[in-house]
């Protein structure tokens, strides 16, 4: 799978830890930066993530900032992604079963590697269950369903 993954200065060390662990995983991962923990602003990130995810560069994103929530509201910005801030395996995966989410976010200050890791993987092993979630999921991107 193509994965891309962004982070603000609060989530380097987070972002190059998950991101060795995807490739060791098998997938495709492209960096959107930053590479160093110089202060930059999350929404630069989250709007660049938000971007390749959008236009089929990337299949799914990783969002990463100190708490996870200036960056998932950077993301969903854009109309055609649909991230969730998760911080357990549980809510990562019925982000993807029932909201068709295409993007995760994270908090470095509040989520641990091991936990990270295992939000990762809910995510990506989830599918979308469709059925009586498909058309609240499209009202998320036409909200005039």
Not at 38 to 50: F, H, S
Not at 77 to 97: H, Q
């Amino acid at each position: 799978m193509r994965i891309a993954i962004a982070s603000d200065h609060a989530a380097v060390d987070l972002k190059a830890t998950l991101r060795e662990y995807l490739i060791g995983l098998g997938h495709e991962v492209a960096d959107l930066g930053p590479e160093t923990a110089d202060r930059v602003d999350y929404p630069d990130y989250g709007y660049k993530l938000a971007a390749v995810v959008a236009d089929g560069t990337a299949e799914r994103g990783v969002a990463l900032c100190g708490s996870g929530i200036g960056i998932s509201i950077a993301v969903n910005r854009n109309p055609k992604l649909r991230c969730a801030l998760v911080s357990e395996p549980l809510s990562a995966a019925l982000a993807r079963e029932h909201n068709d989410a295409n993007c995760i976010a994270m908090g470095a200050r509040l989520t641990g590697e091991d936990m990270a890791k295992a939000c990762l993987d809910a995510f990506l092993s989830t599918d979308f269950g469709g059925g009586r979630h498909a058309g609240r999921v499209d009202k998320l991107s036409n909200p005039s369903c």
